[in-house]
């Protein structure tokens, strides 16, 4: 019985298991910076730790992943 449960599936190859996980990089993306902030959630956020980042920049704000704006203080979160 346990054969025959284990034999149910084949195993994928390369291009279907990307196809499935999205092909990009899996796991916590890279922190450049971290800090605390107000907002967010529904509307822009302001956090010091976002002051001179580029747009995209990825931040802890809050202990929540968050993308700098590129401008000012401004992050949105994830």
Known sequence: MKK???NLGK???KAE???INGGGPVGIP???CAGTGVGGHWNL???E???G???GTKCTINGYLAACTGSGDGFWFY
């Open 11 to 13: 195993a994928l190859n």
């Open 45 to 47: 956020g302001h956090s």
């Open 17 to 19: 298991q990307k196809q």
């Open 53 to 55: 980042q580029e747009s």
């Open 49 to 51: 730790a976002c002051i």
């Open 30 to 32: 890279i922190q450049i």
């Open 4 to 6: 025959q449960i284990l």
